[in-house]
C-alpha cells in the first residue's frame, strides 16, 4: 500500500513540475517569489501565474520570462496577428479580425485607422495603440500583463547585452542587464498565411504600438533579432508573430 502511495505522489508532483515550468523565475539568482498573493519581489519572481523577471530598466518595466503560449523560456508558444488574442490556421488579410476587405487592406480597416481612404467606408478611429481586449498578452495572461509598446522593446535593446546563443538547444538571443538577470527570447520564426517560416533562424515579437506615418495604417511596430541584426521594424499586422509580455512597472 506505502508502495502504490508513493508512485501516486511522484506522478502527481512530476504533472504538477511540468504545469508551472513557465512559472518559475529563469534564472534562481534573479529572486524568489514573496508570498504576496502570487506577486513577486523587485527581482524575479510570479503574477497571475506567470513568472517574470527584473532587467534594473529606467522604467521599471518587469518582463515575462516565456511567451504567450509557451511552458518554457525555450518554447515558442503561440502566433498572434496584430490585435488578435488566439492562434490560427491562416494569417492573411482575409482572415484578420479587423480587416473587411479579402486580400489587402485597402479601404477595409475596421479598427486602428487613423486615413480615411484605408478605413471601411472612410472609418477612422485615430487608436495608435491596443485596446485591452486586443491585447493577447492581457487576454491570455490577465490584467497586470500587456504587450510590450515600441518603446519598451527599445529600452530593453539600449539597457542590455545581447548574444546570439542557444538555450536547451533553441536559437534565440539572451538579454543580460547590468544587475547580471537576463531574459532568453527564442526564435520562433513568424506565420505567413499557411507556413511558418525562419524558425531558429529570427525572431519577430510584437509591440502593442501602430506604426504611425502619413499613410500605411495596414503596419504596426514589432522587434526583430536574428544572428546578425537587432532592431525594430514595422509589419503587416495581419502575420503571425510572437507575444512577449511585460508588466508596466515594479511593484512590492
Known amino acids: 500500500m506505502k508502495i502504490i502511495q508513493r508512485l501516486v505522489a511522484a ?16 534564472d534562481p539568482n534573479n529572486g524568489s517569489n ?7 519581489n523587485n527581482n524575479s519572481g510570479i503574477y497571475n501565474g506567470h513568472a517574470f523577471v527584473d532587467l534594473d530598466l529606467p522604467s521599471g518595466t518587469l518582463w515575462a520570462t516565456c511567451n504567450v503560449g509557451a511552458n518554457s523560456p525555450e518554447d515558442y508558444g503561440d502566433y498572434f496577428a ?14 484578420y479580425k479587423y480587416c473587411m476587405y479579402q486580400y489587402d487592406y485597402n479601404n477595409g480597416l475596421t479598427k486602428y485607422c ?10 477612422t478611429d485615430n487608436l495608435t495603440s491596443l485596446e485591452a481586449e486586443d491585447d493577447a498578452a492581457t487576454v491570455n495572461w490577465g490584467e497586470g500583463w500587456c504587450m ?33 538577470n537576463s531574459l532568453f527570447l527564442p526564435a520562433a ?4 498565411w499557411s507556413w511558418l517560416r525562419e524558425v531558429g533562424d529570427s525572431g519577430q515579437y510584437w509591440s502593442k504600438s501602430l506604426y504611425i506615418n502619413d499613410v500605411n495604417c495596414e503596419y504596426a511596430w514589432f522587434f526583430h533579432f536574428s544572428k546578425s541584426d537587432v532592431t525594430r521594424k514595422r509589419g503587416l ?15 512590492n
Open 189 to 192: 520564426g513568424y506565420y505567413d
Open 148 to 180: 510590450p509598446t515600441v518603446d519598451q522593446w527599445m529600452e530593453l535593446l539600449g539597457n542590455t547585452y545581447t548574444t546570439w546563443t542557444t538555450k536547451n538547444g533553441v536559437y534565440g538571443r539572451l538579454f543580460t542587464a547590468s544587475n547580471n
Open 11 to 26: 506522478l502527481m508532483l512530476l504533472t504538477l513540475t511540468f504545469t508551472v515550468a513557465c512559472n518559475k523565475p529563469d
Open 114 to 123: 487613423y486615413d480615411s481612404h484605408e478605413g471601411y467606408n472612410g472609418f
Open 34 to 40: 514573496n508570498g504576496n498573493n502570487g506577486e513577486g
Open 237 to 251: 499586422r495581419y502575420y503571425g508573430w510572437s507575444i512577449r509580455p511585460v508588466r508596466t512597472a515594479r511593484q
Open 82 to 95: 496584430w490585435g488578435e488574442t488566439e492562434p490560427k490556421a491562416i494569417y492573411n488579410w482575409e482572415t
